[in-house]
T-cell receptor, first 113, second 112 residues
């Protein structure tokens, strides 16, 4: 089955700096890659996603890049703010597998003011 | 309006008991899921239903039984609770099997 590895497990940055979280996946058939943010005591919430026909997608301070050949994708957050502090999950899914999403193990991001 | 709701939010119970968690979504989605998040925050899918039909059933003990009375509801019943069942359980829904998932607020289950 699909295996998703996420790095780093923890990340601490100063407010205003950039943060990058990387994920690799194993199944080349995966073609949908969402990123979720989970704040303390809440459920995960989608912040950005990308499908395999696109190499990059941006939404204000957040961007995701996808390298299908290398089977990895990354989340970039620029100009970080304290409210960006949360656990971030990447995931990979494919239509063929009933759309099952395999999640990475999560990255705890701390933005220091 | 809460899109995906779960009850109860907290559940504390003794080993060996049977308990249920309820989930409802008002988004009109076809697909619903149950996830388990352990103490290390790892998020693992347990079950998925599409139009009341079970489509994903991961390696989960038979003590866990999902039930979907209709498209908007997916309940989780757990028999003979064990200490290792302690976790946060999340319900989620999506428009199709291959799209953004909307998660509920979670149910923290503690087995004593």
């Amino acid at each position: 089955g699909e295996n998703v590895e996420q790095h780093p497990s923890t990340l601490s940055v100063q407010e205003g700096d950039s943060a990058v979280i990387k994920c690799t996946y194993s199944d080349s058939a995966s073609n949908y890659f969402p990123w979720y943010k989970q704040e303390l005591g809440k459920g995960p919430q989608l912040i950005i996603d990308i499908r395999s026909n696109v190499g990059e997608k941006k939404d204000q301070r957040i961007a995701v890049t996808l390298n299908k050949t290398a089977k990895h994708f990354s989340l970039h957050i620029t100009e970080t703010q304290p409210e960006d502090s949360a656990v971030y999950f990447c995931a990979a899914s494919m239509r063929a597998n009933a759309g099952k999403s395999t999640f990475g193990d999560g990255t705890t991001l701390t933005v220091k003011p | 309006d809460t899109a995906v709701s779960q009850t109860p939010k907290y559940l504390v119970t003794q080993m060996g008991n049977d308990k249920s968690i309820k989930c409802e979504q008002n988004l009109g989605h076809d697909t619903m899921y149950w996830y388990k998040q352990d103490s290390k925050k790892f998020l693992k899918i347990m079950f998925s239903y599409n139009n009341k039909e079970l489509i994903i059933n991961e390696t989960v003990p038979n003590r866990f039984s999902p039930k979907s009375p209709d498209k908007a509801h997916l309940n989780l019943h757990i028999n003979s609770l064990e200490l290792g069942d302690s976790a946060v359980y999340f319900c989620a829904s999506s428009q199709a099997q291959y799209n953004e998932q909307f998660f509920g607020p979670g149910t923290r289950l503690t087995v004593l």
